[in-house]
RNA sequence: GUGGAUGUAGCUCAGUUGGCAGAGCGCUGGAUUGUGACUCCGGAGGUCGAGGGUUCAAACCCCUUCAUCCACCCCA
């Protein structure tokens, strides 16, 4: 029996990958305008940074970490999201005493779930954190750059999605206020409800049952419980949204899965991607720092799935062109020729750095030989056949125009801008 | 953890009542001297997911098992 991946975990074929580099390009040089800086951080962290951080009743820490013991009986995990240890880097490294400090991470994170489309163990998130900033103008800037990814990559069909949190406080009071509300109209919920009354109540507000959308909509309202500080923030985010042109939807529903959120928190969602829709989330997270040890210092942070992105790429058929190469080397099939034109497409490569050639390799007849440069893709052939090498010259010949007419260049002459000129696709 | 669906060539999939393992694409050789695309003729490539059972005979029926996909739950 052949061994086979892993379940739930992927390998990137080169099909694929142009794609990612492509998100991640994007993202990148989005960030970068944004004044974030690259942050690389391990896959392994303890397993309390996670327990404390997340939550020890969340779904991921409760019974998706994966967890062991090392050789010194110490418990670690793979990291199943990114701002935990993020943050245990930047306190430990003193980044959060600067006014301000934005940094981005890309990277797989791992989670013991059952698969299913767009969820996946090793899954890939591009995250940013931005610390010290309080008021709402950051949370602002966070949904205008990751607009302009999506923008980037020409993703349209993204909608925003805004909600408050409040504070700590604020969330328990409406929990009690929800929990009460609910129990007391126990008779009308249905199984998944009544399973969700003490796990998660907020989510009983989001089911699709017929049934039970009057008594859904008379439900006390997260918003209506914030705080006034909180309330303004809320306001502030909104009119800032509002003055750039961004489109967002508020959820009150909307609740994040991760403990350590407070205040702002949003998501951008698809609904081109199945039942696993969030394309990116974030959120305020402005007491984690100081609960991991670091002085009180508020924060924001986002991450987008890497691998929903580029599936929504895929779907969206947006620019999925293999990458050609410009020239295809055709050699003689006698073999003869074969130690001098290595040298002479090597001298090529240095003459013309913007051109990709591609080397005929491993044999073959020249009708084979220009069925493989046919199907590279590229647009000129280059010929080095053995009469061509006695006379010091190739042949140029356009795979992509009929009528145009074969070309000579000398081989004495590589450096030339006449050569290159030929040669420039 | 709970449902449902699917496993046959590298890929996408046919396979009738149980009776020789198939197609398209891809790969590869050829169709008169060293030239691709359109066309034509060849070739390679299979433990029919795995194990067991029924049968003269199993890709097909029965049992077990594994894997994959979709969904619930939850999240990126």
């Known amino acids: 029996m052949k061994i086979q991946r892993v379940k739930g975990m992927y390998d990137i074929l080169p099909e694929q990958s142009a ?8 993202a990148l040089a989005t960030l970068k305008a944004y004044g974030y800086q690259q942050i690389r951080l391990p896959v392994l962290e ?6 404390q951080a997340i939550g020890q009743e969340t779904d991921v820490v409760s019974k998706e970490m994966y967890s062991f013991d090392d050789r010194n009986n110490e418990s670690l995990t793979m990291r199943p999201e990114g701002t935990a240890g993020c943050v245990r880097a930047m306190v430990q490294a003193g980044l959060i005493h600067h006014h301000i400090s934005k ?61 408050s949190l409040g504070d700590a406080e604020t969330r328990q009071t409406h929990r009690q206020a929800l929990q009460s509300y609910l129990g007391e109209h126990r008779s009308r919920l249905d199984d998944d409800s009544i ?11 989001d089911s699709k049952n017929p049934n039970m959308q009057s008594l859904i909509a008379e439900a006390p309202v997260l918003l209506d419980y914030l705080d006034d500080e909180s309330t303004r923030h809320f306001t502030d985010f909104k009119a800032i949204l509002d003055a750039c042109g961004v489109e967002y939807v508020v959820n009150p529903c909307l609740v994040r899965g991760l403990d350590y959120y407070n205040r702002t928190v949003f998501e951008f969602k698809t609904d081109a991607l199945g039942a696993q829709g969030t394309v990116c989330g974030g959120g305020r997270y402005d007491s984690l ?8 210092t508020a924060a924001i942070g986002f991450s987008m799935g890497v691998d929903r992105l580029v599936e929504l790429m895929m779907v969206c058929e947006n620019n999925l062109a293999h990458p050609a190469p410009d020239v295809y080397v055709v050699i003689d099939p006698s073999g003869k020729v074969m130690v001098e034109a290595q040298h002479v497409v090597e001298q090529l490569r240095k003459a013309c750095p913007q051109t990709v050639f591609q080397m005929n390799l491993g044999a073959g007849s020249f009708k084979a030989q220009f069925k493989r440069a046919d199907k590279s893709g590229a647009q000129l052939a280059l010929v080095l056949g ?15 125009d009929r009528d145009a007419i074969e070309r000579t260049v000398d081989l004495n002459d590589l450096g030339s801008p006449h050569t290159s000129h030929l040669l420039s696709v």
Request: hydrophobic residues 40%; charged residues 30%.
């Open 386 to 400: 053995e009469d061509e090498m006695v006379s010091r010259t190739a042949v140029i010949k356009n795979l992509r």
């Open 46 to 51: 303890r397993t309390k940074l996670f327990a």
């Open 103 to 163: 940094v981005w991470y890309n990277g797989p994170m791992f989670r013991y779930e059952n698969v299913q489309r767009g969820r996946n163990r090793q899954f890939y998130q591009i995250g940013g954190e931005a610390t010290g900033v309080s008021t709402p103008d950051i949370d602002a800037e966070m949904v205008l750059l990751l607009q302009a990814v999506w923008a980037d990559l020409g993703l349209d069909n993204l909608t925003l999605e805004i909600n």
């Open 289 to 296: 720092i100081e609960r991991q040890g670091g002085r009180a």
């Open 195 to 205: 399973r969700r009354l003490d796990s998660n109540p907020l989510r009983i507000l």
């Open 19 to 26: 794609i990612w580099e492509r998100v991640e390009s994007s």
